[in-house]
């Protein structure tokens, strides 16, 4: 068993419309929760970023972790166009580093949001 | 402020043999992560450089090796190439011990043929 599996998709959404995406996680040890968007070609850059078990909300995008269950979700509202990238969760068992703890990361769902 | 950079941008190189890939870290961070990321996978954790040594290392052979350097900046060799090896090379750079996100490069494209 992966210790991080996510649906690759693809998923292909009308503007607008709220996208779900989700991971879920075999290692209990992990603690910290990201996830990324890649655009076609470059390198990932940070979405969210979440400790633990909860909610948080940035702009269109909340983050939810849910620990008991070892499932976290990325949700995006009145998605568009420009959100079209994959989509990547990562964690860790440490935090707090400085961006120097390891990452595990899923698979990445591909997200096209159509206008 | 740059960012992370990473070269070359592509690289084409026949199975056997070597290859060097290249990062210098975002401005004020200090260590130097690599993973790789084969087409439709998410990227995987080869090893990690914390003042100029290897600290972590992720499930990859010998034939990959690195180097950090005084200024930071960072070097990956990948030994006796497979097919298998084709992929997008990506480095994040982070400050230890300071509240802040790992960054990463646009990456290295490498095929293998």
């Known amino acids: 068993q992966k210790e991080v599996e996510q649906d690759p998709g693809p998923l292909s959404v009308p503007e607008g419309a709220i996208v779900s995406l989700n991971c879920t996680y075999s290692?209990?040890?992990?603690?910290?929760f990201m996830w990324y968007r890649q655009y076609s070609r470059k390198g990932p850059e940070l979405l969210m970023y979440?400790?633990?078990?909860g909610n948080k909300e940035d702009g269109r995008f909340t983050a939810q972790v849910d620990k008991s269950s070892k499932y976290i979700s990325l949700f995006i509202r009145d998605s568009q166009p420009s959100d079209s990238a994959t989509y990547l969760c990562a964690m860790s068992p440490v935090g707090g580093q400085g961006g120097s703890e390891k990452l595990v990361f899923g698979k990445g769902t591909k997200l096209t949001v159509n206008p | 402020d740059a960012g992370v950079t990473q070269s070359p941008t592509h690289l084409i190189k026949t199975r056997g043999q070597q290859v060097t890939l290249r990062c210098s870290p975002k401005s004020g961070h200090d260590t130097v992560s690599w993973y790789q990321q084969a087409l439709g996978q998410g990227p995987q954790f080869i090893f990690q450089?914390?003042?100029?040594?290897?600290?972590q290392r992720g499930n990859f052979p010998d034939r990959f090796s690195g180097h950090q350097f005084p200024n930071y900046s960072s070097e990956l060799n990948v030994n006796a190439l497979l097919l298998g090896d084709s992929a997008l090379y990506l480095c994040?750079?982070?400050?230890?011990?300071?509240?802040?996100?790992?960054?990463f490069g646009q990456g290295t494209r490498l095929t293998v043929v």
């Open positions: 450089y914390y003042e100029e040594e290897e600290r």
């Open positions: 979440t400790y633990s078990s």
């Open positions: 290692n209990s040890a992990f603690q910290y």
């Open positions: 994040a750079s982070g400050a230890d011990h300071e509240n802040t996100e790992a960054f």
